[in-house]
């Protein structure tokens, strides 16, 4: 009997630890990532020497892009695929943010506000791949790392929104931290390259 109650509690405890550690581990690589591509090289006044700097820049840059592209893209896909499911299968939230007895037109209202939300969500990230693919902000560190730190977080937070059942009004800080966010530097960014031509 104890240990038919301990099991769950491991799970449990195993559970948390892998989303806290997945979450540090993103996040830990995102800053040493920006950190790396961002380190100032001191220029001598030998030419041969400048040369050589430059050219250990440009590679340090490339370097940094050729992990930053795939890992925004990843988190990009991974975000708008949690979304898909939790939009197909959402009757256990809606049904969670209702009061034990409840009518038709509040299981509606609640519905409704949730597939808004997820729709906006998948506007969004749609918005994002627009820029992205189009090479607009493919290789604009800054938003490259941004876009993949707010969408790994937004894809452990559905997660734990899926298998914790949490209510629908929590959804919306999801989408306003990891998805509304993104897409503003997205859209200002697109705005300085289209309108002002301002290259990065």
């Known amino acids: 009997m104890c240990y038919i109650r301990f099991f769950p509690f491991c799970y449990s405890i195993t559970h948390h630890l892998s989303i806290y550690l997945s979450i540090y581990l993103s996040i830990y690589l995102s800053i040493y990532l920006?950190?790396?591509n961002h380190s100032c090289?001191?220029?001598?006044?030998n030419d041969l020497q400048e040369r050589r700097t430059r050219k250990d820049t440009k590679e340090t840059i490339m370097n940094t892009i050729s992990y930053l592209v795939p890992?925004?893209?990843l988190a990009l896909v991974s975000q708008l695929v949690i979304a898909i499911m939790i939009l197909l299968s959402r009757n256990a939230n809606v049904e969670n943010s209702l009061p034990t007895t409840f009518t038709t037109d509040e299981y509606k209202q609640v519905d409704v506000e949730l597939f808004i939300a997820l729709s906006l969500t998948?506007?969004?990230?749609?918005w994002e791949f627009l820029g992205f693919i189009?090479?607009?902000?493919?290789?604009?560190?800054?938003?490259?790392?941004?876009s993949t730190?707010?969408?790994?977080?937004?894809?452990?937070?559905s997660i734990y929104f899926v298998f914790e059942v949490w209510p629908?009004?929590?959804?919306?800080?999801?989408?306003?931290?990891?998805n509304v966010i993104p897409a503003l530097t997205e859209f200002i960014y697109i705005l300085q390259v289209h309108c002002f031509h301002r290259g990065f």
Not at 41 to 45: I, L, Q
Not at 149 to 157: E, M, Q
Not at 168 to 178: E, K, N, P
């Open 34 to 36: 920006y950190i790396y």
């Open 41 to 45: 090289v001191e220029r001598t006044g």
């Open 122 to 126: 998948l506007v969004l990230i749609m």
């Open 134 to 146: 189009s090479g607009t902000t493919m290789f604009i560190n800054f938003q490259s790392l941004l």
């Open 71 to 73: 890992a925004r893209f």
């Open 168 to 178: 629908v009004s929590w959804y919306w800080y999801i989408f306003g931290f990891c």
């Open 149 to 157: 730190i707010a969408h790994i977080c937004g894809l452990v937070a």
